[in-house]
């Protein structure tokens, strides 16, 4: 069974900086995409960044130029580096793979797959 497993969440003051990770396991064929978006309270779920399998990647407008995302394909990890946080930035940040399983020897179509959330707060 497909786990995320996020951490690295926390509070910080504006201006500070967090470095979130999340490690996908469990039968996985290939990864295609990894990526984080947020959701505010009372708000969507949006967007942050994305990085294909060539480290090809894909940001928020509100948030080029202060965060960094990356991959460790070896280690089927992204890292989502947060700097010049401001307060607008807090939020459930949830990363989410498109990847495919192996089932029964098999690969099987990639589907999308999330993780459980970690919260960013950004206060002084």
């Known amino acids: 069974q497909v786990q995320l497993v996020e951490s690295g969440g926390g509070l910080v003051q504006p201006g500070g900086s967090l470095r979130l990770s999340c490690a996908a396991s469990?039968?996985?064929?290939?990864?295609?995409?990894m990526g984080w978006y947020r959701q505010a309270p009372g708000k969507e779920r949006e967007l942050v960044a994305t990085?294909?399998?060539?480290?090809?990647?894909n940001y928020a407008d509100s948030v080029k130029g202060r965060f960094t995302i990356s991959r460790d394909n070896a280690k089927n990890t992204v890292y989502l580096q947060m700097n010049s946080l401001k307060p607008e930035d807090t939020a459930a940040y949830y990363c989410?793979?498109?990847?495919?399983?192996?089932?029964?020897?098999?690969?099987?179509?990639?589907?999308?797959?999330w993780g459980q959330g970690t919260q960013v707060t950004v206060s002084s």
């Open positions: 469990g039968g996985i064929f290939s990864i295609n995409s």
């Open positions: 989410s793979a498109l990847l495919r399983t192996i089932v029964g020897g098999s690969p099987e179509p990639s589907r999308r797959y």
């Open positions: 990085i294909t399998s060539y480290s090809v990647t």
